[in-house]
Each structure stands twice: as C-alpha cells, then as structure tokens.
C-alpha cells in the first residue's frame, strides 16, 4: 500500500530527528558559496529552521524532504509523462554505463554536496574526485539529438513536472508545521549547546591569545 505524503514526511522527520545527536559541528573550512538546496529553502522554513543553523543540520533535513517530493514527481512522471519518462531512463541507462560513479549511496546528509573540497587559493589539487566523474562521463556515448518538434514537446512536460513540484512541495510545507515544534526541541537540545560552546571556546582563545604556560 503506497504511504501517505503526511507518512512520508513524519518518516523523514523521525530519521533526521535520529540522526541529529549524531551531529558534531565541521572542523573543516566553511562553504565559499551558498547551497542552492538549503539556502532560504521554503522547507526548511517551514520546519522553523533559521537560515543561522550550521548548514549540516539543514541539509540533513532538506535532503530528506527533497527527495520526497522528487519521488512523487517521479510517480508523476511515470503516469502522465512518457516524453519526459524516456528521456530521465535514457539518463539514467548512460548513467549506469559510467565506470564511476561517486555520487551514488550517499548518505541524505552528503546528498548534494560538492565532491571535493573547496582548494586553497594557490594550491589547485594534483586530482579531483570531480575531475574523475567527467572523463567518466565523457566516455559514455552522448544521446541522440532530437528534432525540434520533440524538444517543444519535451519542454512542456519538463513544464509540467515543476508544476507537479511545486504542489508537492506546498503540501510538504503545510504538513510540516505539524512537526515544527519538535524540530525546533531537537534543534535547541543538540545543535544549540555545540555551537555556544565553540563561541565560548573562541572567546577565550580571543581573551587570552598566548598560552601562560609558554611565558617564563
């Protein structure tokens, strides 16, 4: 029996709510550009996620709500849209074909991200992972092209599948206010107390820059 979107969410809600003591805040240098999932995301609004939480815990979240929607969509698609349904299996088959393939199984809280990090101005990396996955993917034989009259074709139901979107993501929004308070309680628990503790760590390094111990 197919589950409900109120279930699919609550679901999605309890495995992040699961996995939220887990969170430790990153050590690693900070992103040098927004994520386009999690920033002034709607969902996250919704789920009473401020936009000063650490980006980690949002992407959790969003990651998770994000994939609901982008499985009813494909339902969607699979019943209404067979331009669009060929076009994503052709995708997907030229995917399989791939020696390597990084981005698959990863974790809800990885989902997304970029494969490598940021570099060090001046210091470009030997290799990347990135790098990897494109001589990948240029060794897959490209698609073949398509008249202009199946491209109109295709855009109007690429069209259709946003607007499928956006609805299941309105619906998503409005169920998530149910689970707002208990997303905020988690937030405040586990999240909140790491984070006051780093600025009070960072205060006192800023107070007391040199070690007494090293004075003589």
Known sequence: MERSLDTRVSQAVDAWLRWLP??????????????????????????GIHDDTPHGVQHGLSTRLKTIIDQRVSEYTEQN???????????????TARSYRPREHLEPEFEGLPLDPEPDPGAPFLFTIAGFEEEAARETPPPPPLSEEAKQALRREVALADEHANLIGREVCAILAHHRD?????????????????????????DAPFDPRDSS
């Open 22 to 47: 887990k969170w430790e805040p990153a050590t690693h240098r900070g992103r040098r550009s927004p994520c386009a999932r999690c920033y002034r995301s709607p969902l996250l609004r919704a789920a």
């Open 182 to 206: 208990r997303i905020r309680a988690a937030v405040s628990e586990f999240v909140e107390p790491q984070i006051d503790a780093l600025l009070a760590e960072l205060t006192s390094s800023l």
């Open 81 to 95: 849209l067979p331009l669009l349904k060929a076009e994503l299996d052709a995708q997907a088959a030229r995917n």
